[in-house]
C-alpha cells in the first residue's frame, strides 16, 4: 500500500495550499487578538476573491486584481469596525450577517456582469508569474534537486512565499513589537490600555485593517492562483477552518501556522488515500475518507493540547464602565 | 446605551427603523437590477404573508429555523456556541429515518411518529454530546469541535446514504419513500383553509417548544443554573452548580433540539432522507438565535423573518427573472446586518429626539 | 390552446455549464424553432421542489420538465395530485401515468473518453475527479475505468472526490487541487465530473499542459488543445425532444434510457480538440462506440450492478 | 502653596445617578490630599474624570493653574497625571515588563526598549525599595505585587499628580505601610498625591487635606490636622457613626464546625496547609488572622466546598453538624450540598464568585439558593430581594437593576444579605468589608453580631486586624499554611498577633 502515498506529493500540496487557510487564519489572528471575534472570514474570502477576479479579468492585470480585492475587502473591514467598535453590536451577528450577504451579492453581481451563472471568465493568461530558481538546466538533471528547488521550494506563485514569510514575521509583530503589545493588551484588556493612554477604538481599527488585507490575499489565492476564475460560494467553509486553525493554535502566529499545514497536509494525505486498499480494512469509501482532516482535528484537540484560552476581552465590545 | 429609552422604543420603533433600513438598501439594489422595488416589495409581502397559502408556507419554512433557532439559543445561554446545529440536525434526520425503515409498516401512526421523534432527538443528542464532553472533560473548544463534526456528519451521512439507504437501482442519493402512517399530520387536513401545504403538527410542536424554553431558562432552577454558569464560572462553582455537568446536558438538549428540527423537514414534508437536506438550516438558526437575543418572542419572530424571505422571495424570482433568487440571500444578510448586528443605529437619535419632545411638552413619555 | 411549458432547474442553476445548462438550451432552441415561450425556476432545496411543482402545476402549466435527480420524488408525489399535468424527469426515475422520466447511459459516453483517454494518456495514468461520492459520479467513474482498461489492462485510473456537501460542487480550488496532486503522480488525463470544482481542474491541467476531459455539455471550448474531449450528456435533446412531442401531440409516460444508440450520450469532437485525436484515437474510440452499439461490448452500470467490475 | 489640581463645577450622571454634583474643590501640589465618602459617593467617578477616562457633563478643570480639556487617559497622562485603579489595570497576561511599558514603549521594535526599560525600572526598584520580578507574568503576582506594579509604572512614566482609588483595600497592613512610604517619598520631591480610602487611619496617619464626598457633593474640606476619626465619620455618614459596638457575653452552644489534621498539597506537592485543627461552636465568632497569602483563602475555600479540584492531594478530615464532608469525591455539587448542611459562604472576591455582574439584583440573591425550588416565582423573590435590600440600606433599592449597576460596597450588602438570609447554622465570611465605607462597615459588624447572638458559628478571615478585634471571640493566627498560634478575645495583643503572623511560634 505504502507505494501510493508519494509523501514528496503530500508535502507540496500541503505548501501549495497552505495560503488559502495561513491567510486568512492570520486576518483571524488579527481582529480576535485585538478582541474583535470574526467569523466574517468566509465573507471577506469571497467578496476579494471575486473583486480580485473581476479586477485582473477587467485590467488583465493580477497585481490591480489584487489590490481592488484589498480595497473591498478593507471597505468590509471599516463596516466591520463601524459596527463592531463604534456601534458595540454583536460581533458574531455581524460576522454571519457578512457571510451570507456576500454569498448572495457575489453571486448576483458575478450573474448581472458575466452572465456565466455566478462565475466570472477565465482570467486566461492574467496570473501571478511563478518563481523558478535560476541554473535549473543544472539542478533540475539530479532528482532530489529537483524536487526540492522546483516543486517544494520553487514553482510558486509570490503569494505563497508571502504567507510562509508571514509567519516568523507575526511572531515577531505579536510579541516584539509596540504595535503587536498594545494589540494584545486591547484585546486582553481594553480598560488596561486605555488607562495607558492607547486609543483602544483605533488600535482595534488598525488590527482589522490588517486582517482586512490578509483576508483579500486569501480570496485573490483561491479565486487568482487556484483556480484561475471566480464561482460562487468558492470560499468552501475555508473561512471557517481557518478559524478553527486559530483556535486550535491559541490565536499564535506560529501555532495557528502549524495548525493550517496540518490541515493542508491531512487533506493531501487524504487525497493520496482514495482508492488505495488497506490492509484488513480494504479500501475504505471516498466519503469516509474526507472525515480525515476533520477527526484528527478532534482528536489533537482533545488528547494533546492543551485548553486553547481565548483572549480575554474578545467579543466584549469596549464599554468604559463597570 | 439605550437604557434611557422607554421599552417600546427598543422593543418596536428601533427594530422597525432597523428593518426599513435593510429593505431600502434591498431596494437599491432591486432598482439596480433594472425592477421596481415598491412592486417587488408588494409581490414579497403578498406571497409570504397576503395570502392563507402563503403564509402557510412561510410558517413551514419558519417552524424549522425556530427549532435550530432553539438549539443555538440554549447552548448560548450556558455560554456555549453551538455551530454544530447544521451537523446535529443531519444526524437527528438520520434517527428519525432509521426508526421509520424500521417500522413503518409495522406500527400505528402516533406511536411510529412519536418513536420517530425520539430517533431524532436521541441522534441529534447523541451528535452533541460528543462536542460537549469534549467541552466538559478535555477542554476542547466546543466552537471548533462543532465545525468539525459539521464535517464529519456530512462524511458520515454521504456514505450511510449512498452505502446503505438508497433502493438499488435508484439515481438519487436518498433513502426511501416512508409509509404513510410516518408522515406528521399537515395542518391543513384539520384547517382546510391552510390549503395544501406542508405546514404541519411540527409547528405546534415547535411554539410549545418555545414556550418550555421561555419557562425552564427563565423560571426554572435549572434555566438558573444554565444562565448562571453562562455567565460565569467562578459563579457557578460559588453556587454549587457542576460546570461539566451544566455544558454536557446543555449540548445534549441542543442537539436533540436540532435533531428535532428534522421532523418538520423529514416526516412533515420530503417523507425521505436525502443528501444535504438541511440545507443549512442550522446556521440560519444561529443567525434566527442571534438576532432574536435567544429569547423566545424573539426567535419566532426572525424565524418568521426568514420564512418570509425564503417564501416570498422564491416568489419574486418566479415573477421576475432578472431578480436571482441569490439576491434574497444578500437581503437576508442585509437584514441580519442592519436588525441584529447594527440593531442601536438609531438609539441615540431616538433617544435625541424624544428627550426633545419630552422637554417641549415637559412631561416624560 | 397552446400548452405551456415549464422548467425546474436544482441548486445548480441555469447557468452551471453543466446539465442544468443543456436542459436550458435545449428549451432556448424549442423557443426558438417554435417561438413558444416557456417558464424557468431555480429551486434552492429540496422542501421547496414540492412547492414549486405543484404552483406551477396549478398555474395550468401543461408540461413541467424537472431536471436532476433531486427532482425524483417531488415529480413522483405531485404528478399524482395533478394527473392532468404532464410531467419530465431528467437523471431520475418517478412512477405515474403522467410521468416521463429520462435517464441517461452515462456509462456510455464515460466508457468512449476512458478509451480515447487511455490512447492519449503517455503514462497510461489517468484521473477521475468527481463532486460528491453518489451513484450518478460512480456510474460516470465505473464506464471511463471500463474503457481505459479496455484499451489497456494495464492502465491506472486514480479516482478522487470534491468533498461531500453542497459546496462540493462549488469548491474550483480544491478541484484544482485534487488535478494537481494527480499530475504530480503522473497522471497526464483527467476527467472532471465535479461542476464548478471540475472547472478548477481543468485550469488546473491546462497549467501543467497535460490532457482533461469536459463533462455533460460539450466543454472543448473552453480550454482548446488542452480538452482531449467532452463526454456530452444531451439533456437539451431530451428537454427539445419532449416539449417538440407535447406540442404535437405525440408525448408518451414511461422511463427512456438515452445512451449511444439513442443519441444521449457521446464523446466530442470538434475544432477544438481535432488537434489532440490523432486519427489512429478517432478510429479506436469510434470502433469501441459501434462496439457498445452493435452489442459486442456491454458496458456495465454501476447503479444497477451496485460495484464496478474493475 | 500653589494648586496641582482644581475641580469647578464637575457635574456628571450615569442615567438617573447623579454621580457628581456641581463638585469644586482643589488640592494643593506637594501634598497628599485625601477623598473619602460612602460607597457610591462619586469618589472614582470623580477621579475617573481627572484622568480622562469619563468626561464630565459640565464644569472645569485645572492643572497647574491652567484650564484643560482631558479627552481621554492619553491627555491625562501628557499632563503628568497617573493613576492606580481601585481595580488594577494590568494585563494579566502579559508579563510586569509588557505592563509598564505598554503605552510608553519607546519605539517600534521592543527588543532595545525592553532593556532599556529594564535597567530604568531596576534603578527605580532600588530607590523607591520596590520588589518586582520584571519578567513575571501578572497573573502570577499577588494583589500586593501587582499594587506594586502599578505604582512602579507611575513611577517609570514620572508621574506628578499621582492618584489612587482603594490602595490599601487589598493590602496587607505591612504592604499598606510599605506603600505610605513611598508616597511620602513621593510628596518629599514635590509631588502630588489624591488618596481615597474609607480607612480613616490612613486619613490621619497620611493625608495634609481631605476632602469629604457624599451623594455626589462636597460636604467637607478639611485640614487633616485638625480633625479626628469621629469627625470624618460624621461628615461622610451624615449621623454619627459609634466605633465601638455592644456585644453580648459569649454563650456557646454545640460544636458546628471541626477541622482535624487538615493537609493540603498543590499539583506540585508544595504544603499549602498543614496540621490544621480547630473547631467553631455555636454562637461563636473565631476569627483568622494572618497576612493574606498563607493560607487563609485555601482553607475558606475547602471548607466552602470549592476548591474540590485538588481534593486528592488533601488529607484531613472536616465534619460539619456532626456530618463529616467527603471531599473525595470531586464533586462540583459539593458547596450545594454544604448549603442543605446550614453552611452560608461569604467569599473573598465578591465580584468573582458571589455576584453574576449581568444579573438583575434579586437574581443574584438566588445564587446558591437556588437548588431549592425547581420553579422560580419571580414576583417571590423579588419581593424576597427588596425586602433584603430594604433592611441593609442598599441603595439604590431597585431589585431589577443590574447588579453591575450597584457600587461596590452596595454590591458587598447584598451577598452578605444573601448569606444570612439562608439562616446559615455555620457563617464563612472571607474579608466582609473589604473596600466598604465606614457606615456600611458598622451595619455589617452589627449584622453578624446579631448572628452570633442568635447561635451562629462564624468562621471570619480577615486582614484588617480592627475588624478581628471588633467581631472575634477567639482569634486563630495563621502563617505559612499552618496556625501558629490562638488566642481569646480577652488577651488580644497586636504585638503578639503581629509576631504570630511572621510565622513566630508560641
Ligand atoms: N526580552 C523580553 N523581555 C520581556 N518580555 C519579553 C521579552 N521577549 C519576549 N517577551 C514577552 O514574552 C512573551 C513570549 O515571547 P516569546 O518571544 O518567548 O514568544 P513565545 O513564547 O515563543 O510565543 P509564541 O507563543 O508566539 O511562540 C511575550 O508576551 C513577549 O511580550
Ligand atoms: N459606569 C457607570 N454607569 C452607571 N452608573 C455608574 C457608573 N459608574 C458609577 N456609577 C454610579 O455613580 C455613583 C458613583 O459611583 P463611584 O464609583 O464614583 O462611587 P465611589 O464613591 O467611588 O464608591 P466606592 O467607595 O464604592 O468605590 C454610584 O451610584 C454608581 O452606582
Ligand atoms: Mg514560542
Ligand atoms: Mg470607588
Redesign the interface.
Known amino acids: 500500500m505504502f507505494e501510493d502515498f508519494?509523501f514528496s506529493?503530500i508535502l507540496?500540496?500541503t505548501i501549495?495550499?497552505a495560503p488559502?487557510l495561513l491567510f486568512a487564519a492570520f486576518a483571524g489572528v488579527f481582529a480576535e487578538r485585538s478582541g474583535i471575534i470574526d467569523l466574517a472570514l468566509e465573507g471577506k474570502m469571497l467578496a476579494s476573491a471575486f473583486v480580485a477576479a473581476a479586477c485582473t479579468y477587467a485590467f488583465q492585470n493580477p497585481y490591480l486584481g489584487v489590490a481592488a480585492g484589498i480595497l473591498v475587502s478593507c471597505c468590509i473591514v471599516l463596516l466591520q469596525g463601524y459596527?463592531a467598535i463604534n456601534?458595540?453590536?454583536?460581533?458574531?451577528?455581524?460576522g454571519?450577517?457578512?457571510?451570507?450577504?456576500?454569498?448572495?451579492?457575489t453571486?448576483?453581481l458575478a450573474?448581472?456582469f458575466f452572465?456565466?451563472?455566478?462565475?466570472s471568465p477565465?482570467l486566461g493568461a492574467a496570473r501571478f508569474a511563478v518563481f523558478n530558481f535560476p541554473f535549473a538546466d543544472w539542478w533540475s538533471t539530479i532528482p532530489a534537486l529537483n524536487w526540492l528547488l522546483g516543486?517544494f521550494l520553487g514553482g510558486h506563485t509570490i503569494l505563497v512565499y508571502l504567507a510562509f514569510a508571514l509567519i516568523p514575521f507575526l511572531h515577531w509583530l505579536m510579541n516584539?513589537?509596540?504595535?503587536g503589545?498594545?494589540l494584545?493588551?486591547v484585546g486582553?484588556?481594553p480598560?488596561?490600555?486605555?488607562?495607558?493612554?492607547?486609543?483602544v477604538a483605533q488600535t482595534r481599527y488598525l488590527a482589522l485593517l490588517c486582517g482586512g488585507v490578509l483576508c483579500s490575499l486569501s480570496g485573490a489565492y483561491?479565486a487568482i492562483v487556484?483556480?484561475?476564475?471566480f464561482?460562487?460560494?468558492?470560499s468552501?467553509?475555508?473561512g471557517?477552518?481557518a478559524?478553527?486553525a486559530m483556535?486550535?493554535g491559541n490565536w499564535r502566529p506560529i501555532q495557528t501556522a502549524l495548525g493550517c499545514l496540518m490541515f493542508g497536509f491531512f487533506?493531501?494525505l487524504q487525497?493520496?488515500m482514495?482508492?488505495v486498499a488497506f490492509p484488513i480494512v480494504g479500501q475504505i469509501?471516498?466519503?469516509?475518507i474526507?472525515?480525515l482532516p476533520?477527526?484528527v482535528?478532534?482528536i489533537v484537540?482533545?488528547?494533546v493540547?492543551?485548553?486553547?484560552?481565548a483572549p480575554?476581552a474578545l467579543g466584549v465590545p469596549f464599554?468604559?464602565?463597570? | 446605551m439605550n437604557s434611557d429609552l422607554p421599552r417600546w422604543a427598543t422593543n418596536v420603533v428601533l427594530p422597525f427603523l432597523n428593518l426599513l433600513t435593510a429593505l431600502v438598501v434591498a431596494a437599491g439594489v432591486i432598482y439596480l437590477l433594472g425592477e421596481s422595488p415598491l412592486e417587488a416589495l408588494a409581490i414579497l409581502v403578498n406571497s409570504s404573508l397576503g395570502n392563507v397559502e402563503g403564509f402557510a408556507y412561510t410558517l413551514f419554512y419558519a417552524t424549522t429555523f425556530i427549532l435550530t433557532g432553539l438549539s443555538v439559543s440554549v447552548a448560548m445561554q450556558a455560554g456555549l456556541f453551538n455551530i454544530g446545529s447544521d451537523g446535529q440536525m443531519y444526524l437527528g434526520g438520520l434517527g428519525l429515518t432509521l426508526v421509520m425503515l424500521q417500522f413503518d409498516a409495522s406500527m400505528p401512526s402516533w406511536f411510529l411518529i412519536s418513536l420517530a421523534f425520539m430517533g431524532a432527538a436521541l441522534f441529534g443528542a447523541a451528535w452533541a454530546f460528543i462536542p460537549g464532553y469534549l467541552q466538559a472533560r478535555r477542554g476542547s473548544h466546543v466552537v471548533v469541535t462543532t465545525i468539525m463534526f459539521n464535517f464529519i456528519a456530512a462524511s458520515l451521512m454521504n456514505f450511510l446514504i449512498i452505502t446503505y439507504m438508497i433502493p438499488t437501482g435508484e439515481q438519487n442519493p436518498a433513502s426511501r419513500v416512508f409509509a404513510e402512517t410516518g408522515w406528521l399530520p399537515r395542518l391543513g387536513s384539520v384547517f382546510p383553509v391552510l390549503g395544501d401545504t406542508p405546514l404541519n403538527l411540527s409547528f405546534v410542536l415547535a411554539v410549545l417548544f418555545l414556550l418550555i424554553y421561555g419557562v425552564v431558562v427563565w423560571r426554572t432552577r435549572w434555566g438558573y443554573a444554565l444562565r448562571a454558569a453562562g455567565k460565569s464560572a467562578h459563579a457557578a462553582q460559588y453556587a454549587g452548580i457542576s460546570m461539566a455537568m451544566v455544558v454536557i446536558v446543555t449540548m445534549l438538549v441542543s442537539g436533540a433540539l436540532a435533531g428535532v428540527a428534522a421532523m418538520n423537514t423529514l416526516a412533515g414534508s420530503m417523507h425521505y432522507l436525502s443528501l444535504n437536506f438541511t440545507n443549512g438550516a442550522g446556521f440560519i438558526g444561529i443567525a434566527v438565535a442571534l438576532m432574536g437575543r435567544q429569547h423566545p418572542i424573539g426567535i419566532f419572530l426572525s424565524a418568521v423573518l426568514f420564512g418570509i424571505l425564503i417564501q416570498g422571495g422564491f416568489d419574486l424570482s418566479l415573477e421576475k427573472p432578472n431578480i436571482p433568487a441569490e439576491t434574497f440571500v444578500f437581503i437576508q444578510g442585509l437584514i441580519i446586518l442592519f436588525c441584529g448586528a447594527m440593531e442601536n443605529m438609531y438609539a441615540p437619535a431616538l433617544s435625541r429626539i424624544l428627550n426633545s419632545i419630552d422637554q417641549k411638552w415637559g412631561k416624560h413619555v | 390552446d397552446q400548452p405551456k411549458y415549464a422548467l425546474v432547474y436544482d441548486a445548480g442553476g441555469k447557468f452551471d455549464r453543466s446539465f442544468n445548462q443543456s436542459a436550458y438550451e435545449g428549451a432556448e432552441r424549442f423557443k426558438k424553432d417554435t417561438k413558444i415561450s416557456y417558464v424557468d425556476v431555480q429551486v434552492m432545496s429540496n422542501a421547496q421542489g414540492e412547492q414549486v411543482l405543484r404552483n406551477l402545476a396549478r398555474k395550468g402549466i401543461n408540461l413541467i420538465a424537472a431536471i436532476g435527480f433531486t427532482h425524483a420524488q417531488q415529480v413522483q408525489t405531485v404528478a399524482k395530485e395533478f394527473p392532468n399535468t404532464k410531467f419530465v424527469i431528467v437523471d431520475g426515475t418517478a412512477a405515474g401515468a403522467n410521468v416521463s422520466s429520462v435517464l441517461f447511459k452515462e456509462q456510455e459516453g464515460s466508457y468512449l473518453v476512458g478509451v480515447a483517454a487511455a490512447l492519449a494518456s503517455k503514462t497510461k495514468k489517468l484521473g477521475f475527479i468527481g463532486g460528491i461520492d453518489i451513484p450518478l459520479i460512480r456510474a460516470f467513474a465505473c464506464g471511463y475505468t471500463q474503457g481505459a482498461k479496455a484499451v489497456d489492462a494495464k492502465a491506472e485510473v486514480t479516482q478522487n472526490i470534491v468533498g461531500t456537501t453542497a459546496t462540493a460542487w462549488n469548491d474550483p480550488a480544491k478541484g484544482s487541487e485534487l488535478a494537481r496532486a494527480q499530475m504530480e503522480r503522473g497522471i497526464d488525463v483527467i476527467f472532471a465530473a465535479a461542476g464548478g470544482s471540475g472547472m478548477g481542474a481543468l485550469q488546473a491541467v491546462k497549467e501543467k499542459g497535460k490532457m482533461a476531459i469536459g463533462v455533460d455539455s460539450n466543454q472543448n471550448y473552453l480550454f482548446p488543445g488542452v480538452m482531449l474531449t467532452s463526454m456530452v450528456k444531451r439533456v437539451d435533446n431530451a428537454i427539445y425532444d419532449s416539449f417538440m412531442q407535447m406540442k404535437n401531440g405525440t408525448w408518451k409516460a414511461g422511463v427512456s434510457n438515452l445512451g449511444l444508440k439513442e443519441g444521449g450520450v457521446d464523446w466530442a469532437l470538434d475544432k477544438d480538440n481535432r488537434s489532440l485525436i490523432t486519427p489512429e484515437i478517432e478510429k479506436r474510440v469510434n470502433s469501441a462506440k459501434q462496439d457498445i452499439l452493435n452489442g459486442k461490448v456491454k458496458v456495465v452500470d454501476y447503479r444497477e450492478a451496485s460495484r464496478c467490475p474493475l | 502653596m500653589p494648586i496641582a489640581v482644581e475641580f469647578r463645577q464637575i457635574s456628571k450622571r450615569f442615567g438617573k445617578v447623579l454621580a457628581n454634583d456641581a463638585v469644586s474643590f482643589a488640592i494643593a501640589r506637594g501634598s497628599i490630599h485625601g477623598i473619602i465618602g460612602e460607597n457610591g459617593a462619586g469618589k472614582s467617578t470623580l477621579m475617573s474624570i481627572l484622568y480622562g477616562y469619563y468626561h464630565a457633563d459640565a464644569g472645569e478643570i485645572f492643572i497647574d493653574g491652567e484650564v484643560r480639556a482631558i479627552r481621554n487617559s492619553h491627555d491625562a497622562i501628557g499632563l503628568g497625571i497617573g493613576m492606580v485603579h481601585q481595580h488594577f489595570m494590568l494585563v494579566e497576561d502579559m508579563t510586569v515588563l509588557d505592563n509598564i511599558m505598554l503605552g510608553m514603549e519607546g519605539g517600534f521594535r521592543l527588543r532595545g526598549q525592553r532593556a532599556k526599560a529594564k535597567q530604568t525600572l531596576q534603578t527605580l526598584c532600588v530607590d523607591y525599595q520596590l520588589d518586582i520580578r520584571l519578567d513575571a507574568r501578572i497573573d502570577s503576582l499577588s494583589v500586593g505585587e501587582q499594587q506594586r506594579v502599578e505604582i512602579l509604572k507611575q513611577l517609570y512614566r514620572n508621574a506628578n499628580i499621582l492618584i489612587l482609588d482603594e490602595p490599601t483595600a487589598v493590602l496587607t497592613p505591612q504592604e499598606a505601610d510599605a506603600l505610605f512610604a513611598i508616597l511620602r517619598l513621593f510628596k518629599q520631591q514635590g509631588k502630588t498625591v489624591i488618596l481615597i480610602t474609607h480607612k480613616l487611619p490612613e486619613i490621619l496617619a497620611i493625608t495634609d487635606e481631605v476632602t469629604v464626598m457624599r451623594a455626589g457633593t462636597v460636604v467637607a474640606a478639611l485640614q487633616t490636622a485638625h480633625t479626628d476619626k469621629e469627625e470624618l465619620a460624621h461628615k461622610m455618614v451624615g449621623r454619627s457613626v459609634a466605633t465601638e459596638l455592644a456585644r453580648q457575653p459569649l454563650e456557646v452552644g454545640a460544636t458546628v464546625l471541626e477541622v482535624t489534621n487538615l493537609q493540603l498539597r498543590n499539583v506540585q506537592g508544595v504544603s499549602l496547609l498543614a496540621d490544621i485543627n480547630f473547631s467553631v461552636r455555636a454562637g461563636e465568632i473565631v476569627a483568622i488572622a494572618g497576612v493574606s497569602g498563607n493560607g487563609q483563602s485555601e482553607l475558606l475555600e475547602i471548607l466552602s466546598g470549592m476548591r474540590f479540584a485538588q481534593a486528592d492531594l488533601m488529607t484531613g478530615q472536616v465534619v460539619i453538624q456532626q456530618e463529616a464532608i467527603d471531599f473525595s469525591k470531586r464533586d462540583p455539587k459539593l458547596p450545594a450540598r454544604l448549603r442543605k448542611l446550614g453552611v452560608s459562604h461569604v467569599p473573598e472576591d465578591r465580584l468573582r464568585d458571589g455576584v453574576i455582574k449581568s444579573f438583575s439584583v434579586w437574581e443574584n440573591c438566588l445564587l446558591g439558593q437556588q437548588s431549592e425550588q425547581i420553579y422560580l416565582d419571580k414576583k417571590q423573590a423579588v419581593a424576597a430581594s427588596d425586602a433584603l435590600l430594604e433592611q441593609f440600606e442598599v441603595r439604590p433599592l431597585d431589585s431589577h437593576l443590574r447588579i453591575s449597576q450597584l457600587s461596590g460596597g452596595n454590591q458587598q450588602k447584598i451577598v452578605l444579605a444573601r448569606e444570612i438570609a439562608a439562616k446559615p447554622k455555620l457563617m464563612l465570611v472571607g474579608q466582609p468589608t473589604r473596600g466598604v465605607d465606614i457606615g456600611t462597615i458598622q451595619r455589617i459588624h452589627t449584622e453578624l453580631l446579631a448572628l452570633r447572638d442568635a447561635g451562629v458559628a462564624i468562621l471570619l478571615v480577615s486582614a484588617e486586624l480592627e475588624e478581628i478585634r471588633a467581631l472575634a471571640d477567639r482569634i486563630l493566627v495563621m502563617s505559612g499554611g499552618r496556625i501558629t498560634g490562638e488566642l481569646n478575645i480577652a488577651d488580644y495583643d497586636t504585638t503578639r498577633i503581629g509576631l504570630l503572623m511572621g510565622g513566630l511560634h508560641k
Open positions: 508519494q506529493t507540496v500540496a501549495r495550499s488559502i459596527v456601534q458595540k453590536g454583536n460581533q458574531l451577528v455581524f454571519i450577517a457578512i457571510n451570507i450577504a456576500m454569498s448572495g451579492l453571486f448576483v450573474q448581472y452572465q456565466l451563472g455566478g462565475r477565465d516543486k516584539h513589537s509596540r504595535f503589545l498594545r494584545r493588551a486582553e484588556n480598560h488596561a490600555a486605555d488607562a495607558a493612554g492607547i486609543n483561491l487556484q483556480s484561475g476564475f464561482l460562487r460560494d468558492m468552501a467553509g475555508n471557517f477552518l478559524l478553527t483556535v486550535f487533506a493531501a487525497i493520496q482514495e482508492g469509501p471516498g466519503s469516509l474526507q472525515m476533520f477527526v482535528t478532534v484537540l482533545a488528547g493540547m492543551a485548553k486553547s484560552v480575554k464599554v468604559k464602565s463597570r
